[in-house]
């Protein structure tokens, strides 16, 4: 069947299947970057001495930029790598019924149901001890089906039917990987021979579980995306294609992709930190006043099997272009003026966009857009594509929205 969308659903799936994890998200988008001609800065940002074009990374933290004159004003995209997973102890040889586990804790606010009975690979990175003595990192994917999180049988759980499914995230979410009983050390051992060193190297790890499925097309006519890590690698990719395509005549053009957002941002690679602040004071003084910073997250669409859930007055549906988030409250960062500013381009793009706003008697949610806005003093708008399951371990949207998204984006940059 051809597909009804142009390259660019296509590209967000490969995109995200090279991304099992934030640290493979960063590499990923580092070698388009590095395709396109943009060099790599040094890990501390120092005066006159940064690429025109160019870019930090960081574990799970990119900033790419390119800049006209360091004296125009500055638009930012902003997104987050991370989702939540499931992530592997320090000790995580279990045992237990003749069977070997893995100690795993949730990461982030996932969907805990969505992990069980499912064919799990691991990603991440390992701090490894050198032949120098030092202290390196490596990266690894082992998308083989290596783990499962086997549900209760009905016939053991009769009150699920009326009580609903209840996890203990300490008990009931540790992966089983074999028969048997565990060795002390089996684990490490295991990193040590995935990333090429001896056992007694391996020093720690930043170790996770990811859907070993791949993402595709879904659905009668292939309208839809079914796909791990849609929040919010939908978004990165977005920020990414949109920097890459933009072509801004009075604008320096910039986006930062961070880590952690899913735990809170507080971190030396999350938006809490001084990370892109010291990107751009490398740069000059910053015309605040003028820049202007796109928050990308993924947005609720309107469930069709739980209206109720929803604000009634705005619904959502998928497919229908990229969504501004309002939140009275300062949950999200967006003005009537950036409101409108955004809605502008999309306009002048032909685009179409819509609007969120949350249920007033239900907890709302958040981004990093009302960090950055208060680390920068940069007015903001909080943007997302509407998706269905967030936080789930594979997730829903509109193949369509990719196009409008990298449209979107484009033309808000150029702007």
């Known amino acids: 069947m051809t597909h009804p969308t142009s390259s660019a659903a296509a590209d967000l799936l490969s995109f995200i299947d090279a991304s099992p994890s934030p640290y493979h998200a960063v590499a990923a988008a580092v070698a388009r970057l590095d395709a396109a ?11 006159g001495q940064l690429p025109r074009r160019g870019y930090l990374a960081d574990g799970g933290l990119l900033i ?50 969505s992990w069980l009975d499912r064919d799990l690979g691991l990603s991440g990175r390992v701090a490894v001890r050198e032949s120098d003595g030092t202290v390196g990192e490596r990266r690894f994917r082992d998308d083989r089906p290596l783990l499962r999180v086997p549900q209760l049988a009905i016939h053991l759980d009769r009150e699920i039917s009326t009580t609903g499914l209840l996890l203990n995230k300490q008990q009931h979410l540790n992966p089983v990987w074999g028969l048997g009983t565990p060795v002390e050390g089996e684990f490490s051992a295991w990193l040590a021979d995935a990333v090429g060193v001896v056992a007694t190297d391996v020093l720690a790890w ?24 849609l929040d919010n690698l939908c978004s990165c990719h977005g920020a990414l294609s949109a920097l890459l395509a933009a072509r801004p005549v009075s604008t320096n053009t910039m986006i930062a992709l961070f880590d952690h957002e899913e735990i809170g941002s507080e971190s030396a690679t999350g938006a809490a930190s001084p990370r892109l602040q010291q990107v751009l004071d490398a740069f000059g003084p910053l015309d605040a006043a003028d820049s202007r910073v796109l928050s990308a997250d993924m947005a609720h669409g309107t469930h069709p099997n739980y209206p109720e859930r929803h604000e009634p007055n705005h619904p959502i549906a998928l497919g229908g272009g990229p969504v501004v988030k309002v939140n009275v409250n300062g949950r999200y960062a967006t003005e009537a003026i950036t409101n409108g500013e955004f809605v502008a381009a999309c306009q002048g793009a032909g685009v179409p966009t819509q609007v969120y706003a949350h249920r007033a008697d239900l907890a709302c949610g958040s981004t990093i857009g009302p960090i950055t806005a208060a680390r920068l003093g940069i007015a903001t708008v909080d943007v997302g594509m509407p998706q269905l399951s967030m936080h789930s371990s594979r997730e829903l949207m509109a193949a369509a929205d990719v196009d409008h998204m990298v449209t979107a984006f484009t033309a808000w940059l150029s702007a």
């Open 37 to 47: 001609g943009y060099d790599a800065a040094p890990g501390t940002p120092t005066p």
């Open 64 to 113: 790419a930029w390119d800049v006209a004159d360091a004296a125009l004003p500055w638009r930012i995209i902003g997104a987050h790598t991370d989702s939540p997973n499931l992530r592997i102890k320090p000790r995580p040889d279990l045992g237990g019924s003749g069977m070997r586990r893995l100690a795993a804790e949730p990461y982030g606010g996932a969907l805990l149901n």
């Open 206 to 229: 930043d170790v996770m579980c990811h859907d070993t499925q791949p993402s595709g097309f879904l659905g009668i006519e292939e309208e839809l995306i079914s796909a791990p890590r």
